[in-house]
């Protein structure tokens, strides 16, 4: 463990930053409590040139008539206007209301913007500010926020959770779990338009799925069928589909090749099958079978591309005896789905097994589901991000990881059981896993987070009001800084010394963690508070990590290769993620590029950001 108690060098620079947390201060007059209670948009992402629809909610408190106001919009990159839009609104004491306005943001591609409302008073005080944010982009792939469903029952209010996803700018939806068979997804046709079984014996109903479908792409959110890649219901030989004995997999070598002996899954009493059986994924012949079954799908219900589960399997035999690499043949199988399908295709590589072939290949993205036997700590995330970064810059990663995966399945037997989530650990995942470029498929189903792999298990642990907010935050910041935090962005070298507080280099408990990064002309600076843990196991099943204790006036002294022309803060755990610029004192030349911060607190996750007088390749 590398620990830096005391700042050492030269100090060219020095740079302090007091607090000084309220952007705005309520306004005298009108004497009234102001407050913007909600900001929405009406889309996750939104293409170059296209108007964004803002909704902005205000309450006015009690004690005062009627009185006219205004509302100013500010599109914001590192805390630089980018265009301004004011629109009146009239408020009235005691009530509240809802007001709309429109902007079109700059029509560049693949921007994120930081959006400040502000309420004026008639002579421009400011009564209430409030933020979020904006993703300029024509793809969902390049800043992905993946989110899921995996409930369809007839009495689901369908448009009101994908309405509180679009909240979290949740570009991309999972549907976990809706289809008939693994090895048929399609429907019936005489179940087509009115209901089936999924695989637990659970109702998808047509108008619940079509629903979610159709809010879905209202807000521009990709919509991903979920299938496996390689496998087929226990009577899939009998059934009629046209599945072949010869297409299966088995796990010995010598084995008879009969259906008793096939390489199975097995599931829990009840379900509409006894096991999964394992085919060939490397068999072209089952590769068509699974792409023309998966086009029947796609021409029955709308979706926009596969998500192409797999279950951790490395390996089988085929009926030859031969043995059959399943992580070796997955880009394979997905250029093959893309190409047959022509939609986009999104793949799981558990354990992040063949996740850097797989960033070669057709899928729109990289995605990993991590589990602790090999990816057990925040700086294992770190490696597994930094691994993808490495081999394919032009792909984008998500993490898929439950916080609390023991607990949850231990809370599947008591389904009348209700626990929280334990924030801290929620929020310390987030902020490595985003720090690290990537982002983390973890809500859904409205307003619900994942604890664990069989997405439908997630009404154990619940979301609380205050994690809700926090989240809302986080995400909201995610998108305003995606040009920094991911877009290329990717590890480097130069030397971090924190001045008064335990430092890690390496992710180790009871230290506050610098991560160093850089893209095109910009040094971040990542701080991650970890001064509270005594382990740093990303996997919180005791619910016993802590709220890290604030640190104040945390002094970073920071050696870089070059001088700077801007320097600044940013946290989603303050001032709604507003970028804090520091002023630039002239810097003796002869004594090297130091800076010297002082951070005013640190509570979970805080960035700097350095922007270099020249700019690496």
């Given at each position: 463990m590398?620990?830096?108690?005391n ?15 309220a952007?705005?201060?309520?306004a005298?007059s ?8 909600q900001?929405?948009?009406?889309k ?13 909610e205000?309450?006015t408190g ?43 943001p ?7 913007y930081?959006?400040?409302?502000r ?7 400011v009564?209430d500010?409030?933020?979020t944010?904006?993703?300029v982009?024509s793809?969902w ?8 469903l ?7 209010p ?16 999972q ?33 619940t ?11 521009n959110?990709?919509?991903?069928a979920?299938?496996a ?6 009577d899939?030989?009998?059934?009629g589909?046209g599945?072949?004995?010869?297409w ?19 599931l ?11 085919m ?5 012949r089952?590769?068509?079978?699974i792409?023309?079954?998966m ?8 979706f926009?591309g ?6 951790g399997e490395?390996?089988?035999f ?10 070796a043949?997955f ?7 893309s190409a ?12 992040g ?5 797989l960033?070669?290949?057709k899928?729109e993205f ?15 995330m ?10 394919s810059?032009?792909?984008s ?5 439950y916080?609390?995966g023991?607990?949850?399945?231990q ?11 334990n924030?801290p650990a929620v ?35 619940v979301?609380t009001q205050?994690?809700r ?8 910041f995610?998108v ?36 160093t990064?850089?893209?095109n002309?910009y040094?971040?600076?990542h ?8 382990r740093?196991?990303w996997?919180?099943?005791?619910l016993?990590?802590?709220a890290?204790p604030?640190l104040?006036n945390?002094h970073?002294?920071v050696?870089l ?14 001032d ?9 004192p002239e810097?003796?030349p002869a004594v090297?590029?130091?800076?010297d ?21």
């Amino acid at each position: 463990m590398k620990i830096h108690k005391n700042l050492r060098g030269r100090v060219v620079a020095t740079i302090a930053v007091w607090l000084a947390l309220a952007v705005n201060t309520l306004a005298a007059s009108p004497p009234v409590a102001v407050k913007i209670r909600q900001i929405t948009t009406d889309k996750a992402r939104y293409s170059p040139g296209e108007a964004v629809r803002v909704d902005i909610e205000i309450a006015t408190g009690a004690g005062l008539g009627a009185f006219d106001a205004s509302v100013r919009l500010q599109l914001q990159d590192l805390g630089q206007t980018q265009m301004t839009t004011q629109s009146p609104v009239h408020l009235e004491g005691g009530k509240t209301v809802h007001t709309q306005v429109r902007l079109t943001p700059p029509a560049v591609d693949y921007r994120g913007y930081r959006l400040e409302v502000r309420v004026l008073a008639a002579n421009q005080d400011v009564l209430d500010s409030s933020a979020t944010a904006i993703d300029v982009s024509s793809s969902w792939a390049r800043f992905p926020r993946y989110g899921y469903l995996a409930h369809y029952e007839a009495d689901i209010p369908a448009e009101q959770w994908i309405a509180e996803m679009n909240r979290f700018h949740l570009n991309g939806v999972q549907f976990y779990d809706f289809q008939y068979k693994h090895h048929l997804p399609r429907p019936p046709l005489q179940l087509l338009n009115s209901a089936w079984p999924d695989i637990a014996m659970r109702t998808s109903s047509a108008s619940t799925v079509r629903a979610f479908l159709d809010s879905a792409k209202k807000h521009n959110m990709k919509t991903m069928a979920y299938n496996a890649s390689y496998a087929a219901y226990a009577d899939a030989f009998h059934d009629g589909s046209g599945v072949e004995l010869q297409w299966a997999a088995w796990a010995d070598a010598q084995a008879p090749r009969s259906e008793a002996t096939v390489k199975s899954l097995p599931l829990p009493g009840g379900w509409a099958t006894p096991h999964l059986l394992y085919m060939n994924q490397n068999d072209p012949r089952w590769q068509n079978y699974i792409n023309s079954r998966m086009g029947e799908l796609f021409a029955a219900l709308p979706f926009d591309g596969w998500h192409i589960d797999t279950f951790g399997e490395r390996g089988a035999f085929a009926w030859d005896g031969k043995p059959i690499d399943y992580v070796a043949g997955f880009p394979a199988f997905v250029n093959a789905a893309s190409a047959a399908l022509k939609r986009p295709v999104v793949f799981n590589t558990v354990h992040g097994n063949g996740q850097i072939a797989l960033s070669h290949s057709k899928v729109e993205f990289v995605y990993s589901e991590l589990w602790p036997e090999d990816h057990a700590t925040y700086a294992s995330m770190l490696s597994a991000a930094d691994e993808v970064h490495s081999a394919s810059p032009e792909k984008s990663l998500v993490f898929a990881a439950y916080p609390h995966g023991k607990l949850s399945e231990q809370l599947q037997k008591k389904p009348d059981t209700h626990i929280p989530f334990n924030l801290p650990a929620v929020l310390l995942e987030d902020a490595v896993i985003f720090s690290a470029g990537a982002s983390h498929i973890e809500l859904g189903d409205g307003s619900r987070m994942l604890s664990n792999p069989y997405f439908p298990a997630d009404t154990g642990i619940v979301v609380t009001q205050d994690l809700r907010e926090r989240m809302r935050s986080y995400y909201d910041f995610l998108v305003a800084y995606e040009n920094y935090l991911r877009d290329g962005a990717k590890s480097a070298t130069f030397r971090v010394t924190l001045g008064n507080a335990a430092q890690t280099e390496k992710g180790e408990a009871g230290a506050v963690w610098t991560i160093t990064r850089e893209k095109n002309s910009y040094d971040l600076v990542h701080l991650i508070n970890l001064t509270g843990l005594k382990r740093t196991d990303w996997r919180d099943d005791a619910l016993d990590y802590p709220a890290p204790p604030v640190l104040h006036n945390l002094h970073v002294q920071v050696q870089l290769p070059s001088g700077v022309d801007r320097i600044g803060w940013v946290s989603p755990d303050m001032d709604e993620g507003a970028w804090h610029e520091l002023m630039l004192p002239e810097a003796s030349p002869a004594v090297g590029h130091t800076y010297d911060v002082v951070v005013p607190e640190l509570h979970y996750w805080t960035v700097l950001v350095f922007h270099r007088t020249y700019q690496t390749n």
